[in-house]
């Protein structure tokens, strides 16, 4: 059961969370949404939740809630430049599908 971060999100993460007074980590987790099902949300954590499953990876955390956990276990998060933004790039191993448009993800789980 893991959560990785490569460098490039590391540092990310890292300066994210030096800039917000406050900030535990990263919350990475899942919502509703989009064609397929599932899409991911991050946000900066103030707060643990008590269903939280915490990874730490060179002093950088990322929090998982519970109902997003088996659906995200195992992706390693990227940051990239993708045109003239820069995002988050997540490699799931649990999505089987995605949308067109790349928003949102399926699982077989989800095809039965």
Not at 16 to 25: D, K, M, N, T
Request: hydrophobic share 40%; proline share 3%; glycine share 12%.
């Amino acid at each position: 059961m893991a959560i990785t971060l490569t460098p490039a999100a590391h540092a990310r993460v890292a300066q994210f969370v030096a800039r917000q007074h406050g900030a535990l980590g990263l919350r990475f987790g899942v919502k509703r949404t989009g064609c397929s099902g599932w899409g991911y949300v991050t946000d900066l954590v103030t707060q643990a939740g008590s269903d939280d499953t915490v990874f730490e990876q060179d002093g950088v955390r990322v929090y998982v809630d519970a109902t997003s956990l088996p659906l995200v276990d195992g992706t390693a998060i990227d940051f990239a430049r993708q045109g003239l933004g820069e995002v988050f790039v997540f490699d799931n191993p649990n999505a089987k599908a995605e949308c067109g448009c790349g928003e949102s993800f399926t699982t077989d789980a989800e095809k039965a």
